[in-house]
């Protein structure tokens, strides 16, 4: 079992940058995929960032030049850096695992804002 802990969200003016944190209570180094979801109110969760097996990452197109998804394997922590922010990237952001087994865990998720 993994549990997974958000933090990092809040209001940013558009253009700002937030960085978020998501720490798991286990090794993500056996981990098969591990990332970012969010869900924007009145729409369903999306994929923002993930990495697949190994160290390959996959983005929506809609992030793709503003948002990174790192690791630290020491500290059992995957990172979103969130750039040029925009009103619509407005949502809960959910960190998501997936084991070996296949077993799929979320966080509680974080509010990210994003208005003047």
């Known amino acids: 079992q993994v549990h997974l802990v958000e933090s990092g969200g809040g209001l940013v003016q558009p253009g700002g940058s937030l960085r978020l944190s998501c720490a798991a209570s286990r090794s993500i180094f056996s981990i098969n995929a591990m990332g970012w979801y969010r869900q924007a109110p009145g729409k369903q969760r999306e994929l923002v960032a993930v990495?697949?097996?190994?160290?390959?990452?996959k983005y929506a197109d809609s992030v793709k030049g503003r948002f990174t998804i790192s690791r630290d394997n020491a500290k059992n922590t995957v990172y979103l850096q969130m750039n040029s922010l925009k009103p619509e990237d407005t949502a809960v952001y959910y960190c998501?695992?997936?084991?070996?087994?296949?077993?799929?865990?979320w966080g509680k998720g974080t509010l990210v804002t994003v208005s003047s």
């Open positions: 990495f697949t097996s190994g160290s390959n990452t």
């Open positions: 998501n695992a997936v084991v070996i087994d296949g077993s799929d865990y």
